[in-house]
């Protein structure tokens, strides 16, 4: 399993969209993907981001291309949707997290979580998924765009959904017609919106790499493993056992010398023994 690192999928509708993230994060296009669906990979390795095209059917799309491209290593990936929508409000250029997704043609619903306090958090408003770009924005405060919600059904069945996210960044309103948008000017309110959130996208790569440091092998898990014949079933519950232990008392891990045990079988019966009694250790002095 991957250790503490925080590896970022982005899926965003249009390249002036798309320029801020590339830029930022020195994403080179990876000349091995899909031409309908080409894909940036950052210099470091930790985010990858794909253009969808326009639409929910095309997001959702691009959503499984990626995670296709990804596998399953077992990690924990963030998931963003990251673009532009309108608003019936006086919030132009503003940036928001999406705190319910709506399909305006099927009615369907989700609820993207709040992660982390307020005071980190962007504003969170109401996002409607349309079919066709429109200038009659919704008077009860909620934004409309066109890929959050193919977006989201695909993601969530990639990851759980703390950390499928949507951010919405306000191109047009009443004040400000969808006529007079342009590439420059997408590209420069993207931009401004990457910089006000970056707490917030710190706090979240911060998160990602919490779980997969609980979640990956400590290093003397391998040898254990290559020194004793685990079966499926008896490795999935030595990782369930150490996942436990870290939580509960960090790092200190039991010996996982596999010459220390004659098999598999004694190897987990023992680090349990010893999980119960450090357990009972610890509440007593509580």
């Known amino acids: 399993m991957i250790s503490g690192s925080a590896h970022i999928h982005w899926v965003v509708a249009l390249r002036p969209e798309a320029k801020a993230i590339i830029e930022k994060f020195s994403m080179n296009l990876d000349q091995g993907a899909s031409?309908?669906?080409?894909?940036?990979?950052?210099?470091?390795?930790?985010?990858?981001l794909v253009i969808s095209g326009p639409?929910?059917?095309?997001?959702?799309?691009?959503?499984?291309?990626?995670?296709g491209l990804a596998g399953d290593d077992g990690a924990t990936r963030g998931w963003l949707n990251f673009g532009i929508a309108g608003s019936g409000g006086n919030d132009f250029g503003e940036v928001f997290l999406a705190s319910k997704i709506s399909d305006s043609a099927t009615g369907r619903?989700?609820?993207?979580?709040?992660?982390?306090?307020?005071?980190?958090?962007?504003?969170?408003?109401?996002?409607?998924?349309?079919?066709?770009?429109?200038?009659?924005?919704?008077?009860?405060?909620?934004?409309?765009?066109?890929?959050?919600?193919?977006?989201?059904?695909?993601?969530?069945?990639?990851?759980?959904?703390?950390?499928?996210?949507?951010?919405?960044?306000v191109s047009d309103d009443p004040a400000h017609s969808i006529s007079a948008i342009t590439k420059e000017s997408v590209s420069t309110m993207c931009a401004n919106a990457l910089v006000t959130i970056e707490?917030?996208?710190?706090?979240?790569?911060?998160?990602?790499?919490?779980v997969n440091s609980v979640n990956s092998d400590p290093p003397a898990m391998a040898a254990l493993l290559a020194g004793l014949h685990f079966s499926a079933t008896r490795e999935h519950q030595l990782r369930r056992l150490v996942q436990l232990w870290r939580a509960k008392f960090d790092d200190n891990l039991p010996e996982l010398d596999p010459n220390s045990y004659p098999d598999a079988k004694s190897c987990i019966e023992s680090i349990r023994e010893q999980l119960w009694a450090e357990n009972k250790i610890h509440t007593k002095l509580a």
């Open 55 to 67: 639409g929910k059917v095309n997001a959702a799309a691009a959503t499984g291309y990626l995670a």
């Open 199 to 210: 707490p917030w996208l710190d706090a979240y790569s911060d998160s990602i790499k919490a």
């Open 35 to 48: 031409t309908l669906f080409p894909v940036y990979r950052s210099k470091c390795g930790s985010h990858d």
């Open 109 to 169: 619903s989700h609820f993207p979580p709040c992660l982390w306090d307020r005071k980190l958090t962007p504003k969170r408003k109401a996002v409607s998924t349309v079919e066709q770009p429109c200038e009659i924005y919704p008077e009860d405060d909620v934004l409309v765009e066109m890929e959050a919600s193919g977006f989201y059904a695909t993601a969530i069945k990639c990851q759980t959904m703390e950390l499928c996210q949507s951010i919405k960044v």
